[in-house]
Each structure stands twice: as C-alpha cells, then as structure tokens.
C-alpha cells in the first residue's frame, strides 16, 4: 500500500502529461539552432488576437470542413492558410519563439513552414478555444447573463 505522500506508479506520467496540456512547449531545430515554441501565456494571447483574427477568421472555415474535429486539420491545410494570411502567421511564430519577426521572416522556406506548424501545435488549443467561444458569442448560446424580466 502506498503512504498518504508517496506517489503511485503511473501519478507522476498523469502529472507530466497534464503540464503537457498546460503548457504544450516543443522544441525544434530552426536554422540549425535549437529554438523553444511555447503555447502563448494568458495575457500575451489577448494582446495578439487582433494580430491572429486572420488566421481565426480563416480557421473557422477549415475547422467547419473538418467538422469541429482539430484532428482531421491537417498540415497542408494549415499551411495553405499560411499564405492567406503571412503577417499574422509570422506574428504568432515570433511570440511563440520570443523572437522578432525580422529572424522569422529571414529563416529559409523550410525552416520556416516547420516552426510555423509547430506554433500551430502549441498553440491550437487557445486558438480553437477563440473560435468556439467566438461562434457561441455569436449564437447568443452559452450565455452566462440571466435575462431580465419585466414582469
């Protein structure tokens, strides 16, 4: 039997995988330097939603084919927004990294396209959050203001 403090086998893997979730940071080699992507912190996502509202706008489409599915948005179609949209797409990646978009936009094509996607990992979570929130602002469902009556 376990003590009251000790943690049991597979409770540490649970922790580890829920900081996962929390915190979704990836690391890659971009330009042959080891370069961490992290999700975006609270309040440097609201800051930038007016910078990201192409790629949300454009998202809506996507995750409307995919049928509310996030699995079924697949890299080619992330990358076909990519060029919709460059400015906002290079805005994430550079908040991510904690880099200027002058180093993102300088990196080769490449390099480029794989930080991109690996932004769109950390940070699809909030992003797909926006969007849900943003079509149930929209229907008016989901309201957490009690009407008021007149009666």
Do not use: H, K
């Amino acid at each position: 039997m376990a003590e009251p403090n000790e943690e049991r086998p597979g409770e540490q893997a649970g922790a580890t995988e829920e900081l996962g979730t929390l915190f979704p940071d990836r690391t890659l080699t971009v330009a042959g330097e080891e370069v961490t992507v992290r999700a975006l912190r609270f309040r440097e996502g609201l800051d930038l939603l007016p910078v990201l509202r192409p790629i949300l706008d454009d998202m809506q489409g996507v995750l409307e084919e995919a049928a509310g599915d996030p699995e079924a948005i697949t890299a080619g179609r992330i990358l076909e927004l990519l060029e919709r949209s460059p400015d906002a797409w290079t805005a994430l990646a550079a908040a991510a990294t904690g880099r200027d978009a002058a180093w993102v936009e300088g990196l080769p094509l490449e390099d480029g396209e794989a930080l991109v996607l690996t932004a769109w990992r950390a940070n699809a979570p909030f992003l797909l959050r926006r969007l849900v929130l943003g079509r149930t602002a929209a229907t008016g469902a989901g309201s957490d203001t009690p009407s008021s009556s007149t009666s």
